[in-house]
């Protein structure tokens, strides 16, 4: 995957935010029962074509170090993730999830004809510009304005339409808009 580094990202404006606490019910990728022979293990290692060269702080001080992997929301960004699972796997659908707001996207599928046992791979989604859901936050100052920061979400399906649990990964991928 191409390494580009981001070397600086800022942004001015003033994005509007809900007070209190929602609950959000996301739905599936894969509509269907549950699959009684797939389970999704794990989503790791999720990387990107921008990453930052720099520390940052963002509008609520939270720092995001350099090196961290980052979506451009007015540029297409790649995400890489490695996926496993057991148990005899058909699809493997990506959904990208706002942290705080719960907004989701779904993206790619891919297809495995029946691969039986345990499994790994590494999956990509792109992410088109102005596509990633985010958690709105508020009042950026003179700091780095992060749109907000989204979760990949891995679920699977098995031969007879069955659908595994959802994996989400453990680390928020921050959505920013990039110079």
């Known amino acids: 995957m191409k390494k580009i580094l981001l070397a600086s990202v800022a942004g001015a404006g003033?994005?509007?935010s809900?007070?209190?606490?929602?609950?959000?019910?996301?739905?599936?990728?894969?509509n269907g029962g549950k699959s009684t022979s797939l389970t999704v293990n794990s989503v790791s290692n999720i990387r990107t074509d921008w990453k930052l060269t720099t520390d940052v702080?963002?509008?609520?001080?939270?720092t995001i170090k350099a090196g961290s992997y980052l979506i451009c929301d007015n540029k297409t960004t790649n995400?890489?993730?490695?996926?496993?699972?057991?148990?005899?796997?058909?699809?493997?659908g990506?959904?990208?999830k706002g942290v705080r707001t719960g907004d989701y996207k779904n993206g790619t599928v891919y297809p495995y004809g029946g691969v039986a046992g345990s499994g790994s791979t590494t999956a990509t989604f792109v992410v088109?510009?102005?596509m990633a859901p985010q958690?709105?936050?508020?009042?950026?100052v003179n700091k780095v304005t992060v749109?907000?920061?989204t979760y990949l979400r891995v679920q699977g399906q098995d031969l007879l339409g069955g659908v595994s649990n959802i994996v989400e990964s453990p680390n928020e991928l921050p959505v920013v808009d990039c110079l």
Do not use: R
Request: glycine content about 12%; overall charge negative; some cysteine.
């Open 147 to 149: 749109k907000g920061y």
């Open 128 to 130: 088109g510009a102005g």
């Open 57 to 62: 702080v963002d509008q609520n001080d939270k």
């Open 94 to 96: 990506l959904q990208l």
């Open 14 to 16: 003033l994005l509007a």
């Open 135 to 140: 958690a709105i936050v508020v009042n950026p």
């Open 18 to 30: 809900c007070g209190g606490d929602v609950t959000v019910s996301i739905p599936d990728y894969f």
């Open 79 to 92: 995400v890489e993730a490695d996926v496993a699972w057991t148990g005899n796997l058909s699809k493997l």
